[in-house]
């Protein structure tokens, strides 16, 4: 499931990309994919450190990677990278975590070149509000959520690090209501029937892709998307 929009963050031939929090490697192996380019993955979790670079070996044996690659093991409040290096940053679903959100941004922009483009994602004001009210494990859980941002909040953040939005997208309103079922029958509850159901039908349509079900979660993001999305460029005259 990508949150990202890859037409949007258009990697060329021969850049750096860099995936900060990249979990179990979604975003790294699509980027992988798509040009030939070279992908940084990071991750504080060393399990999905090791993850991610299982995947990518698949992937690089079986000839589905045209890029070159480096998995590491890192906090995005003290990047291992020298400033300026990356042409394309991805950061999804990652800040909303982060205590010091400020300092997060402030390491995203600092290794972004001047007119890099950067691709942030958290999860929406209002499913957040949902979740958090139905729901005081969802929250709770370790590693957790420490913040709701409303969009102008997120955008507000950016702009104070040098960073320009020119587009903004609502994403995966069908995830809505797979955590809603889990607030409401239980955050911790794997086997509850129907949360586990609806987990069934949202894997078969990673794997199938249908247009129906495409068509009918264009229809319910801008009501009940699960994930914003926010894509900018560092304005090399405003950056700290």
């Not at 992988?32 to 991750?43: P, R, S």
Request: hydrophobic content about 40%; proline content about 3%; charged content about 25%.
């Amino acid at each position: 499931m990508l949150t990202v929009d890859y037409d949007l963050l258009a990697i060329n031939k021969g850049e750096r990309v860099l995936d900060v929090g990249c979990g179990e490697g979604r975003h790294t192996t699509q980027a992988c994919k798509e040009i030939e380019c070279t992908v940084y993955a990071v991750d504080i979790d060393p399990e999905n450190v090791n993850k991610t670079s299982y995947m990518l070996g698949l992937m690089e044996q079986a000839g589905e990677s045209r890029a070159s690659w480096a998995v590491f093991r890192g906090d995005v409040l003290r990047l291992p990278f020298k400033d300026t290096h990356f042409d394309k940053v991805i950061c999804s679903e990652v800040l909303e975590h982060i205590p010091d959100d400020n300092q997060a941004v402030r390491e995203l922009t600092r290794v972004l070149k001047d007119d890099g483009t950067l691709a942030i994602s958290v999860p929406t004001y209002f499913s957040e509000a949902i979740y958090w009210k139905i729901s005081r494990d969802y929250r709770h859980q370790p590693g957790g959520h420490v913040r709701k941002y409303r969009l102008r909040e997120l955008v507000s953040l950016l702009q104070q690090n040098g960073l320009h939005v020119y587009t903004t997208r609502r994403k995966h309103g069908l995830h809505f209501f797979y955590w809603l079922l889990r607030c409401l029958f239980g955050i911790n509850r794997q086997e509850a029937r129907v949360p586990a159901l609806y987990h069934r039908f949202l894997v078969w349509d990673i794997m199938t892709n249908t247009r129906p079900i495409r068509l009918l979660e264009n229809l319910l993001n801008p009501i009940v998307a699960k994930s914003v999305v926010l894509y900018a460029r560092k304005n090399s005259q405003g950056a700290h």
